[in-house]
C-alpha cells in the first residue's frame, strides 16, 4: 500500500478505559447503531410524505441509513454527540478526554469518507442531524429536504 494511501486510513481507537459506574457502563452499552429514535422518525416521515422503497442499512460505500439503490439517494441520520454536530458545537466529556478526541476525530473523519466514496460512485448524499429532527426544527427540515428527494427519486412532491 501506498504512503498516502496509508496515511488516508483513519486512526485506530484505542481501547475506552473501564467505566467508574456499572450505569455508565449500562447506558453505553445501550447505544444502538440501527434503528435508533431519530432514524426511526425519519422513516416514519419519509413514509408519510409516499417515498417508499428505500433500504435500511444498505451494504455499498458508505452502509448509508437509508437508501434507494437504483436511483443512488441515500441518507446518514447522524447523532450529534457522536458524529460532532457542527450545529451543536457539544463539548467533549470532561474524564478520559484523550480517548474522546481521539473517538470522535475518528467519527468524523469515517463520516467524511463514506459521503466522499458514496458521491464518487454517482450517488446524492443528505444527512440529517439529530437537532434537526426536534419538535421546533423537524417541519422546517422536512420542508426542505423531501421536495429535494421527492426531484432525486422521480416522484411528485
Not at 416521515?45 to 436511483?71: F, M, V
Not at 444527512?127 to 421546533?136: G, H, R
Amino acid at each position: 500500500m501506498a504512503k498516502a494511501e496509508a496515511s488516508l486510513r483513519p486512526q485506530k481507537v484505542p481501547r475506552p478505559p473501564r467505566s467508574s459506574s456499572e450505569a455508565t457502563t449500562k447506558v453505553m452499552k445501550s447505544n444502538k447503531r440501527a434503528n435508533t429514535k431519530p432514524e426511526m422518525l425519519v422513516r416514519k416521515k419519509l413514509w408519510e410524505a409516499g417515498l417508499r422503497g428505500y433500504r435500511l442499512q444498505w451494504k455499498t460505500a458508505g452502509r448509508p441509513d437509508i437508501a434507494w439503490p437504483g436511483k443512488k439517494v441515500a441518507i446518514f441520520v447522524n447523532g450529534c454527540f457522536w458524529h460532532r454536530c457542527p450545529k451543536c458545537d457539544l463539548p467533549i466529556p470532561k474524564s478520559n478526554v484523550e480517548y474522546w478526541v481521539v473517538k470522535f476525530e475518528t467519527n468524523v473523519e469515517r463520516d467524511q469518507r463514506k459521503i466522499r466514496e458514496l458521491e464518487e460512485a454517482g450517488w446524492t448524499v443528505h444527512v440529517i442531524w439529530e437537532c434537526e429532527l426536534k419538535k421546533d426544527t423537524i417541519d422546517q427540515t422536512f420542508a426542505t429536504l423531501l421536495p429535494q428527494l421527492a426531484e432525486e427519486l422521480g416522484k411528485r412532491p
